[in-house]
């Protein structure tokens, strides 16, 4: 995917490149968004704000040398702080309030984010259309194996068997897998 081609057109009003540019990196903005902040729900508000932003903003948009993608990390993660910001925190809640990391800490998380986001999708890709669906409910949509089922009008047992192949069939990208887990099975 050339992502230069596809901002270039949203600069200039293309709501094609617009939805290829959504679908190009919303995944890796979300994972990114979940090492700013553990709450789901404040990363897709974020990540909706952003968009909406970028399409009112589009013909002010800089031209980019660089992968897009650092740009709207960039801008996400100063959304979230702002939306942190808004919020009545707990006690509690303070200490898990990002804090600023440097330039240079920024750039590896990125980088590091960008990285396992390739990794993750040459993993998926050796799955069924079946499988690759079942393994997103559950593990990006956060979906119990019984929503799936009334989502997908399946079996639960179907669900279950799925998903175990699914990660059998993966088992050799287990790193990724690992990662994967972890991130996002909160």
Known sequence: MDTH????????????????????????????????????????????????????RREKLPALNTDPRYYLFVWLKRIIFKQRATQNLSLDDLFDVP?????????????????????????????????????????????????????????IRTVYNVVHEAIKKLKGSLTVIIIFILNFSK
């Open 5 to 56: 081609k596809i901002w270039n057109g949203v600069k200039v009003g293309d709501s094609d490149s617009f939805l290829a540019l959504y679908d190009a990196v919303y995944t890796a903005l979300f994972r990114y968004g979940l090492k700013i902040t553990h709450d789901r729900e404040i990363v897709k508000e974020s990540i909706h704000i952003l968009f909406c932003d970028l399409w009112e």
């Open 99 to 155: 804090v600023e990391d440097s330039i240079e800490a920024q750039k590896i998380a990125i980088e590091e984010t960008l990285e396992r986001d390739d990794a993750l999708e040459r993993a998926m890709s050796k799955l069924t259309k079946k499988q690759y669906r079942y393994i997103e409910l559950k593990f990006f949509d956060n979906k119990s194996y019984e929503e799936i089922a009334v989502i997908e009008n399946a079996a």
